[in-house]
C-alpha cells in the first residue's frame, strides 16, 4: 500500500503542535529558575525539522512515483515498437495452405467456374511439382465449404473467412520453403479476375487475407489497379488483333502496349520483393 503523504504530513504537524503545546504549558509551571534557563536550540527548530523530514520523504516518493512511471512509459513504448515491428512483418504461408486460400477466393462468390478450376490446377503444377498426390483433398475441403452455400450469403461468407483465418494463423512455414504474403497477394489478385470479375465477397476475402499476411493497404491497392491496367491492356491487344487496321499500325501499337506491359510487370515484381 502506497504512502499517503497527506495524511502524514498532518500527522507530523499535529505531533509538533502538541508537542509544543505540552512543553509551555510545563514550562508554565517551572520554578523561574529553571525558567530563565536556557535550553540548546528550541521546540520550534524541532517542529521545524519534523516538517524538514516530511519534504524530504515526500521528495523521494514524489522521485519514485516519477522513476516508476517514465519506467512504465518506456516499457509501453518499447511493447509498441515489438508491435509495429511485427505487424510490419509479412507472414509466410506454406504452398499447400496458399493453394488453400486459392480455392476459398475461388468459392468465395459462391460460384465455380471451369475457368477458375483450370487457373487453380496451374497454380497448383506451377508452384509445387507435388500437388497432384494432394490436389483431389484440396479441392474437397473446399467444396465442402462451397456446400454450405444457402441464401444466406453472410453466413456462407462466414463460414470462408473463419476457415481462412484459422489457415493464416495456425501456422508459418520458412521462407525458403513458402510463399511471401505479397506474391501470394498478387496471386490471388489474378485468380479473382480470372473472369474479368471481382465481386463483392472476393474483394472483402481478399482484403481480408492481406491484412493478416501483413500486406499494406496501399499496395493492395496499387494491386488491384495494376491488375485492372493489365487486363485492360489485353482486351485491346485481342482488339487489334481482330481488327481490319493495316499490319504496320496493328504491330506499332501492341508493341506499344508490350512495352508498357513489360514496364508495369517490372514495377510489380520490384513492389513484391520489397
Known amino acids: 500500500m502506497g504512502l499517503d503523504f497527506n495524511k502524514l504530513k498532518k500527522g507530523v504537524q499535529k505531533s509538533a503542535e502538541n508537542l509544543r503545546q505540552s512543553v509551555t504549558d510545563t514550562t508554565e509551571k517551572l520554578p523561574e529558575i529553571i525558567k530563565d534557563h536556557k535550553v540548546p536550540g528550541s521546540f520550534k527548530d524541532f517542529a521545524q525539522k519534523g516538517q524538514n523530514a516530511f519534504t524530504a520523504l515526500k521528495s523521494k516518493g514524489e522521485e519514485a512515483i516519477a522513476q516508476q512511471r517514465e519506467k512504465r512509459a518506456l516499457q509501453k513504448e518499447a511493447v509498441s515498437e515489438a508491435l509495429e515491428i511485427q505487424n510490419e512483418q509479412e507472414i509466410v504461408l506454406s504452398i499447400k495452405d496458399s493453394l488453400r486460400l486459392i480455392y476459398c477466393l475461388i468459392i468465395a462468390d459462391g460460384i465455380v467456374s471451369d475457368k477458375e478450376k483450370h487457373k487453380f490446377c496451374e497454380f497448383g503444377q506451377e508452384l509445387d511439382p507435388e500437388f497432384s498426390s494432394y490436389q483431389a483433398q484440396l479441392i474437397d475441403e473446399g467444396n465442402h465449404l462451397f456446400d454450405t452455400f444457402s441464401e444466406d450469403e453472410d453466413d456462407y461468407y462466414d463460414n470462408i473467412h473463419n476457415h481462412v483465418s484459422e489457415i ?90 508490350t512495352e508498357r506491359k513489360n514496364t508495369i510487370m517490372l514495377g510489380i515484381r520490384t513492389l513484391m520483393v520489397d
Open 168 to 257: 493464416i494463423h495456425k501456422t508459418s512455414a520458412p521462407i525458403e520453403s513458402g510463399i511471401r504474403g505479397k506474391i501470394l497477394v498478387w496471386d490471388l489478385l489474378t485468380v479473382a479476375y480470372s473472369e474479368g470479375e471481382y465481386s463483392s465477397n472476393e474483394k472483402r476475402l481478399l482484403r481480408f487475407i492481406a491484412k493478416c499476411l501483413g500486406v499494406d493497404y496501399a499496395i493492395l491497392l496499387e494491386m488491384e489497379h495494376t491488375v485492372r491496367t493489365l487486363l485492360a491492356i489485353e482486351a485491346e491487344e485481342n482488339w487489334l488483333k481482330n481488327t481490319d487496321r493495316s499490319y504496320a499500325v496493328v504491330e506499332e501499337r501492341v508493341n506499344e502496349l
